[in-house]
């Protein structure tokens, strides 16, 4: 099984659109390297230093998503983040912060940050962002790459019978 993170976002810009904010954002903190391209993104994906495939791709969910009945959002972009499990996971999840918090301060709408639908990581919805409780999640320098004021509160996906 593939390790991944998926952030969905629920908003009125299209993927190109938000491939292009994605791609801004990780060419100016240095996460993809000069030969990436915008359009590779919405393709077969680009990798970062540390070899996470980024992807992004208009959002199709059925209406039993969990996105949808647990947490009320109904994305229409997702980008997904495939970990490299050969490399740093740790430093591979500290990019997918910095890249989602750039999203979440240049792009409108409700958004989650999760990781296959056992852990909501980040949640914004109406405006208001909150984050999990779990401390080796947000470790102290992942808090201090979201700028936008947040709190701490744990979301969970519903069990399964």
Request: charged fraction near 25%.
């Amino acid at each position: 099984m593939s390790i991944s993170h998926s952030f969905n976002l629920a908003t009125p810009l299209p993927a190109a659109e938000v491939a292009g904010a994605l791609d801004d954002i990780a060419r100016g903190t240095e996460l993809f390297d000069s030969t990436a391209k915008p359009e590779q993104l919405l393709t077969e994906g680009v990798d970062t230093g540390f070899g996470t495939r980024v992807r992004v791709f208009a959002a199709h969910p059925k209406p039993w998503n969990p996105l949808i009945t647990d947490l009320g959002i109904t994305p229409t972009v997702s980008v997904t983040f495939r970990l490299d499990k050969t490399d740093d996971l740790s430093g591979q999840e500290d990019d997918i912060v910095r890249l989602v918090s750039g999203l979440l301060t240049r792009l409108p709408g409700d958004a989650v940050l999760q990781y296959h639908y056992e852990v909501v990581w980040l949640l914004r919805r109406g405006g208001e962002l909150s984050l999990d409780e779990r401390d080796d999640l947000w470790t102290p320098a992942r808090l201090a790459a979201v700028p936008q004021p947040y709190r701490r509160e744990t979301h969970a996906f519903s069990e399964e019978d």
